[in-house]
């Protein structure tokens, strides 16, 4: 069996560096403002709510809600195995935080909007891509 | 006349041959169009005075947007006051609300509009994931989404139109009926690429690319340019064409600018840039004759039927069901010429042609009837998705 195609990775800077390496630590890093404690995502130095300055990477619990799903079925690059699921999951902290992954170890056929999912991470060269699965846990 | 944009007019159209397979360069084709819409003005090249396009060229060999204004205007050997190509603006209009500003402004007078694709050709040159090259590391917005094997349009933008069925309940059968229509009306439409009509049970067996999207609610790529020249009123009156008066656009950006973060997911961004252009204008929903409503995907011209008042909100299944409404002899008819999704992916200025060919009563065998027989005075045009999205109204006085 030949391996899948690597997963396209992204260019890392000051901003986006804790998300995509906090999985080497087993956690989902998502800026938080200091001051009103909003969560600002995609990571930036500015709070949209109260325009502090002070806004940096805090763990998060990794849980959340699938706001909507699409099943892939055309493999869009040779090699690249279907039908696979791509998702929009919304963080249990602040659910218009909205993260794009996808969701695996699972039928992706059984899938749907609403599910509950939470983190796990599958290291890619230097990063740590957050993944989902089904959270069937009731903690 | 509160708002600018009454006093500018469609005054002359212009489109080269749409295909699978030029045979002839984008440029080529572009000069093909401008020269049409020139002459179709009644004006010369020495008339005019600005250029826009959407979004300037990319030369990555994707076919995407193969000629900028530069390759353009020298080819002609245009002498202009003022240019503007910018991709980072409400959808393809942008060009054209670009240039509304700068008619306004006093910087020109007759400005060519243009929009070129060449990516039949492309994807026969084997071009087609240009966004996906392993090994190199991926910027901006793709980075949130190629990570995930979500680098194409149809992967994205089906999260989109997954949670308006999820919020709406509309059905395939429902939406199919934009397909059929396309369909129908391309096989009036000697122009269009896709030409012999489709059943439901055609649509039901297109094959799923990304649930909810089915082969038949993408649109097609194709080589083809289009032309329009946009010109002051006070410069059109004795030009050859009825001014075809922009009424009133839709251009902001309230929402989220972000294709992940975007903060209304079944609506996408359209209903605020809808509602700002009906805020510009006495007309209604009601006083539309006919819609040139934007279908890279289905979805997007299901949203704009919601969002611009044509039905109410996750009522579009309803409204489009059976296809007689949406019909050329129907209460409100769509996408006349076939549509990005059976004429060819002219990137929304396919639906300002077809928009003026209408006006102009120049559509043939597919011609709108409507104004009790002296033909459409309105039509309403749209494009985009996800969180871009532009609109106007075109009228014949
Ligand atoms: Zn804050």
Redesign the interface.
């Known amino acids: 069996m030949t391996s899948p195609?690597?997963?396209?990775?992204?260019?890392?800077d000051a901003d986006?560096a804790a998300f995509w390496t906090g999985g080497r630590n087993g956690e989902l890093l998502i800026h938080r403002c200091a001051r009103c404690r909003t969560y600002v995502?995609?990571p930036t130095s500015f709070c949209p709510a109260c325009e502090s300055r002070e806004v940096g990477p805090e763990p998060v619990s990794g849980k959340g809600v699938i706001?909507?799903?699409?099943?892939?079925?055309?493999a869009?690059?040779p090699g690249?195995p279907v039908p696979?699921v791509?998702?929009?999951v919304g963080i249990d902290e602040q659910p218009?935080?909205?993260?794009?992954?996808?969701i695996v170890d699972c039928d992706p056929l059984s899938v749907r909007?609403g599910d509950r999912v939470k983190v796990r991470f599958e290291q890619?060269e230097d990063l740590w891509?957050p993944l989902f699965v089904p959270d069937q846990g009731k903690d | 006349m509160r708002w600018p944009e009454k006093s500018i007019a469609i005054t002359g159209i212009g489109q080269s041959r749409i295909s699978r397979d030029a045979g002839v360069s984008a440029l080529s084709l572009t000069i093909d169009a401008a020269v049409e819409a020139i002459r179709d003005a009644g004006l010369t090249r020495a008339d005019i005075d600005g250029i826009a396009t959407w979004p300037g060229a990319i030369p990555d060999g994707s076919g995407f947007a193969p000629v900028g204004i530069p390759a353009l205007q020298d080819a002609l050997r245009l002498k202009v006051e003022w240019y503007s190509s910018t991709r980072e603006t409400s959808g393809q209009f942008g060009a054209i609300f670009n240039a509304i500003g700068a008619i306004h402004a006093g910087l020109c007078r007759h400005v060519l509009v243009f929009r070129t694709m060449y990516q039949a050709t492309a994807r026969k040159q084997g071009l087609?994931?240009a966004s996906?090259?392993?090994g190199?590391?991926?910027?901006a917005h793709m980075?949130?989404?190629?990570?995930?094997?979500?680098?194409?349009a149809?992967?994205q933008q089906?999260?989109?139109?997954?949670?308006y069925v999820?919020e709406s309940g509309i059905r395939p059968e429902q939406v199919a009926q934009i397909a059929i229509n396309g369909r129908r009306n391309a096989a009036l439409n000697p122009a269009a690429v896709y030409r012999t009509p489709i059943t439901l049970d055609d649509y039901m067996a297109s094959?799923?690319?990304?649930?909810?999207?089915r082969l038949f609610d993408c649109d097609v790529p194709i080589d083809g340019s289009t032309a329009i020249i946009l010109s002051h009123r006070d410069a059109a009156a004795d030009l050859p064409n009825p001014p075809l008066r922009i009424e009133a656009i839709g251009t902001n950006m309230h929402y989220r600018n972000?294709w992940?973060?975007l903060?209304a997911?079944a609506t996408q961004a359209q209903p605020e840039v809808a509602a700002m252009m009906w805020n510009r204008t006495d007309l209604r929903p009601a006083d539309v004759d006919v819609a040139e409503l934007y279908d890279g995907f289905s979805f997007h011209t299901i949203n704009w039927l919601e969002n611009f008042g044509f039905c109410k909100r996750f009522e579009a299944g309803d409204f489009i069901e059976g296809g007689s409404r949406i019909a050329l002899d129907g209460e409100l008819p769509i996408n006349t010429n076939g549509g990005a999704l059976s004429a060819g992916r002219m990137h929304a200025y396919g639906q300002v042609h077809e928009a003026c060919v209408q006006l102009w009563c120049r559509g043939g065998a597919r011609q709108v009837k409507g104004r009790a027989n002296g033909g459409p005075r309105v039509a309403a045009l749209s494009t985009a998705g996800g969180p871009l999205a532009g609109c106007f109204l075109l009228v014949r006085d």
């Open positions: 195609p690597p997963r396209p990775l992204p260019a890392i986006n995502h995609p706001l909507s799903l699409t099943v892939n079925h055309r869009w690059f690249l696979y791509v998702a929009m218009d935080v909205h993260l794009i992954t996808n909007i890619a891509v | 087609v994931n996906y090259q392993p190199q590391r991926t910027h980075g949130w989404h190629a990570p995930y094997h979500a680098y194409v149809a992967t089906a999260l989109y139109f997954a949670r999820h094959p799923i690319l990304s649930t909810p999207l972000s992940a973060q903060d997911l």
